[in-house]
């Protein structure tokens, strides 16, 4: 069952061709929003814009790699061709190491900041003048658990999660005049490609579960509600803010 708060809205919402931003883009279209879905490979964007068209969802799908400005210029373009922007979802981050922190050879330091801060911090910013224009802005960017809690192994993407927390605080306060909301959404352990080394592996995540009081991993549609409640008038009240879902996991600074 699905609300219908975000009618004539319309959504920007990047790496949503699977797993969390594919339940986000699919829930926000349930909810009445127009979004643009995007990924960088035209095969998956083709896939899951099928899947929602085939629900009867008002999707469009475009190639995007949130480091490409062209590739990021596009997205906007076809909103504004829809009639503008509401609703940004920041979602898309990479994970090309598995090291601790100061182990991390510079240049996947470069990349792992360029695509998880740097590109959600442009997109932002180029998002902002279309997001003026509307009566409710939102930009939510997708945070982590590991902002809070980083885990020894996964150390430089835990540092990007954490330095989008203070993005969403020091957004928030210049994007209030504009009554555009900023916060983030933090998941824990939620079940999809990305944490699929983590979930599908019985050992691991025997050693995991006793971390989430919850005792379950997450799924997908355990995040996208929070995501519709915060573009919808809802949370017209709620900036600032980084909202854990993580099934207890400890989430303190
Ligand atoms: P996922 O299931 O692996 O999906 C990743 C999506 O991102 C795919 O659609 C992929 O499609 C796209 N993508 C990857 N790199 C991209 C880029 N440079 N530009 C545009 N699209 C790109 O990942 P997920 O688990 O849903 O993760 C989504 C977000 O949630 C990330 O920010 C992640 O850090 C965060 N998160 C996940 C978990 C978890 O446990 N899963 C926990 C906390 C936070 P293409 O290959 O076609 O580009």
């Known amino acids: ?90 979602n898309a981050a990479v994970n090309p190491v598995v090291t601790p922190v100061l182990d991390c050879p510079e240049e996947s330091w470069d990349k792992i900041f360029d695509i998880n801060v740097k590109s959600s911090f442009l997109l932002a910013k180029e998002a902002l003048p279309l997001l003026k224009l509307s009566k409710a802005g939102r930009i939510i960017f997708i945070s982590s658990i590991a902002g809070f809690q980083p885990s020894e192994f996964l150390g430089v993407y835990g540092v990007t999660k954490t330095t989008l927390l203070g993005l969403v605080k020091a957004a928030s306060l210049q994007c209030a005049r504009d009554n555009i909301t900023v916060n983030s959404i933090c998941p824990g352990l939620i079940e999809t490609k990305f944490s699929d080394a983590i979930t599908s592996n019985e050992e691991i995540l025997k050693t995991a579960l006793p971390s989430i009081p919850l005792q379950r991993v997450g799924k997908p549609g355990d995040i996208s509600g929070a995501a519709a409640f915060l573009a919808s008038d809802d949370g017209a009240y709620v900036t600032g803010e980084n909202i854990v879902i993580s099934g207890g996991m400890t989430s303190r600074l």
């Open 1 to 90: 069952m699905s609300l219908k708060r975000l009618t004539g809205r319309i959504a920007v919402v990047t790496a949503s061709t699977e797993g969390i931003g594919f339940a986000i883009a699919q829930r926000l279209a349930e909810e009445g929003a127009k979004v643009i879905i995007s990924s960088r490979k035209q095969k998956n964007v083709e896939k899951a814009t099928q899947l929602l068209l085939g629900k009867g969802l008002d999707v469009t799908g475009l190639t995007c790699h949130v480091g490409k400005q062209e590739d990021r210029q596009r997205l906007f373009e076809e909103a504004k061709k829809k009639g503008g922007l509401d609703i940004l979802v920041s």
